[in-house]
């Protein structure tokens, strides 16, 4: 049996579909179903019960799943560890950042490689920590940094730091005011779907604040630059100032 039959068969439990599995494996859904026939009648038992309208996992099918799974995650991070040791003896770090930890990684990247001038590394920008889970899982990146705690069984999480807000708006704007009523201000948020977005709507909840958001953008960068031209505030996390700290 190969690694692609046990790789075609998690994507069928994945989708619970042989159709969205055909699509998203880019095959025929007629190539998909012998390739399943073939590994049941290698087996001797069935993986799947097939009706006009589903299709369901059988009990020995999860006990495969189970195995199928393992072995699949097995293969990837060996043929990842083999293709670093064949570019490099040094095998490449590969970490999953979010666009505001860019100066922090920075300086720690820099930090390590003075102690291990031979090690390369590979950067990979994430938008939310459930999307740091899947490239973990996936044995896609060897650690994330995130603005939020992972709870998951197979990933062990540590804090690091604590991260606060900062509201952007040009030079000499607020130069006599100690406080500022956020809620009057045209505001440059982050997309809902990002991590830092959920993290000022909880924030906002809390203190019954109805932000009146003008822009909404997934780059910090084009925060500042819409800051510049005028549209409104931006809020964005403190980290992430030095890298713009001439506005």
């Known amino acids: 049996m190969k690694i692609i039959q046990l790789e075609y068969f998690l994507a069928i439990v994945k989708y619970n ?9 880019h095959i025929s859904q007629p190539s998909l179903t012998a390739t399943i026939k073939k590994m049941e009648a290698d087996l001797g038992y069935d993986l799947f019960t097939r009706s006009t309208k589903d299709i369901k996992i059988t009990e020995k099918g999860i006990q495969f799943y189970r195995y199928a799974s393992e072995l699949v995650q097995q293969y990837r991070s060996t043929m990842e560890k083999m293709y670093d040791l064949s570019v490099t003896s040094e095998p490449r770090i590969k970490i999953g950042t979010l666009e505001s930890t860019n100066q922090w990684i920075a300086n720690l990247i820099r930090k390590h490689h003075s102690d291990y001038p031979e090690q390369q590394y590979r950067l990979y ?75 000022l709507d909880d924030y906002f909840n809390r203190r019954n604040i109805r932000p009146n958001v003008v822009v909404e953008t997934d780059r910090f960068e084009s925060a500042v630059g819409f800051v510049h031209l005028g549209l409104g505030y931006a809020i964005i996390p403190r980290f992430y100032y030095p890298i713009i700290s001439h506005v």
């Open 17 to 25: 579909s042989f159709t969205k599995a055909a699509q998203f494996l």
């Open 125 to 199: 920008e994430i938008h939310d920590k459930h999307q740091s889970i899947e490239q973990l899982l996936n044995f896609n990146i060897h650690l994330a940094i995130t603005n939020g705690k992972i709870t998951h069984e197979d990933i062990r999480s540590i804090p690091l730091y604590e991260e606060s807000y900062i509201l952007l708006a040009p030079k000499e704007t607020f130069k006599n005011q100690n406080w500022v009523d956020v809620e009057n201000l045209p505001l440059i948020l982050p997309n809902k779907n990002s991590q830092v977005r959920k993290h």
